[in-house]
C-alpha cells in the first residue's frame, strides 16, 4: 500500500507558510497605497521572519510600531475520510489558516483585507491552477480553499500611540492524501 498527498512536489510544508508566500508573492500594492506589509508566518524559511511571527502570535505588538505586518498562523487540522469508484481511499484533510492584519489605519487594514480577497479570485487554486510552495517553484498540496475569500473582524484598537488596527479572518486549505490498495 502506499499513501501519497495529491499533487504536491517535493516535501510537505505548512499551510502557513505557503500562504505567506502566495499572498506576498501576488501582493499589488498599487491597491494599498504603496504600501506592501511585512508578510510572517511561524514556520517561515527566514528564521527572523518566524522569530518575529512567534512574538506576535503571543499578542507583544509594543516593539512593532510603525510597520504593516500579516500574520499566517494554522490553526486547525480536520480529517474526512472518503472513498473513490477506483478503488482508492481518499484521506481528504482541511488545514485552517488563521489570517491576522496589523495596520496603522482602519483604512489601511481595509485596502489589506481587499487585496487578500482580491489574490483569492484572481489565483484560485483548481487542478490547472496550483498553488507554490515557498521556494516559488514547487506545487503544494493545496487542492483548493472552502471559501472564495476571507471575512476578516471588525478592527480592534490595540496601541493608541502606533500600529493600532487588528483584524483576522480564516481560510480553509483543502488537500487530500491518497492511499492505494
Known amino acids: 500500500m502506499t499513501i501519497e ?100 489605519t482602519k483604512h489601511e487594514g481595509f485596502l489589506f483585507a481587499e487585496q487578500i480577497n482580491d489574490i483569492i479570485q484572481d489565483n484560485y487554486p483548481n487542478t490547472a491552477t496550483r498553488i507554490k510552495k515557498s521556494g516559488g517553484s514547487q506545487d503544494s498540496a493545496i487542492v483548493s480553499f472552502e471559501e472564495k475569500g476571507v471575512t476578516f473582524s471588525e478592527p480592534l484598537v490595540q496601541d493608541k500611540e502606533g500600529l493600532v488596527y487588528v483584524s483576522s479572518g480564516f481560510l480553509t486549505c483543502q488537500w487530500q492524501k491518497v492511499k492505494t490498495s
Open 5 to 104: 498527498t495529491s499533487y504536491l512536489v517535493g516535501d510537505p510544508e505548512p499551510f502557513d507558510e505557503t500562504l505567506r508566500y502566495y499572498f506576498s508573492s501576488n501582493w499589488d500594492d498599487s491597491k494599498t497605497n504603496d504600501v506592501t506589509p511585512v508578510f510572517l508566518s511561524p514556520h517561515g524559511k527566514d528564521s527572523e521572519a518566524a522569530n518575529l511571527a512567534k512574538e506576535i502570535s503571543q499578542a507583544d505588538i509594543k516593539g512593532l510600531k510603525a510597520k504593516a505586518l500579516i500574520l499566517f498562523e494554522t490553526t486547525e487540522n480536520r480529517l474526512d475520510l472518503q472513498r473513490s469508484s477506483a478503488g482508492k481511499l481518499r484521506n481528504g484533510k482541511a488545514s485552517v489558516v488563521q489570517i491576522t492584519i496589523y495596520s496603522r
